[in-house]
């Protein structure tokens, strides 16, 4: 049992199935009293009734006052795991590269404005960020969603730097390909890239325990992304390059 979140009010948004179903079903398996939030009120209803938490659907950007009363009056621990996989290029329209940066990024922010106050005033609090290891590096096919993750782990980040001193926790999870919806909606490229080193949902929970426990801010359920990202910010072109020819690959592949 990790002791830091044994009778923790927890929220973790879009955990009606997937990565946040697992983080939820975890955080209950340690001794938390768990928030299930989704837009879909069935799917959070359904997760919830599963481990004895509480339903709270609605979206995530306007759910902390809720779910803050839901758990009697402090949410310790806030997951803001609910997020879009916005595929296309520069020239995805308007509403999708909106829809990404409001559900990848400003729902992030809206949170943490809510729930900071109170976590400054305690002197704790603990905010874990669904990213994408598309937030350290890029995912091919998919400019809305790589550019929106990497402005999830930059506002991580900086909440880390910025509040570490005075007691609030971060945590930034990169997993690269997981076996969910989301992973199928990523269609041939997610085939290419991400399907052949898959990993389930619970892994995802189970590294970010290990995390917690050692007191890290970054996590990586596929710890071979730790060496892309060396070489990405070591060799850029040389990484830019092998990146470019798996476009290639892609692109070869469709025709």
Known sequence: MVEAVQDAGVVVTGAGGGIGAALARRFAAEGARVVV????ADRARAVADEIGGIAVAGDASAIVEAAREALGGAVDVYCANAGVASGGSEAAGEAVWAQAWDVNVMAHVRAAHALLPGWLERGKGRFVSTVSAAGLLTMIGAAPYSVTKHGAYAFAEWLSLTYRHRGIKVHAI???GVRTDMLEATGSAGDLVLKPTAIEPQDVADALFKGIAEDRFLILPHPEVAGYYQVRASEP???????????????AAAE
């Open 237 to 251: 072109d040389r990484w830019l390059t092998n990146m470019n020819h798996l476009q290639q690959k892609w692109e």
């Open 174 to 176: 990169c997993p690269q």
């Open 37 to 40: 939030n989704d837009l879909d």
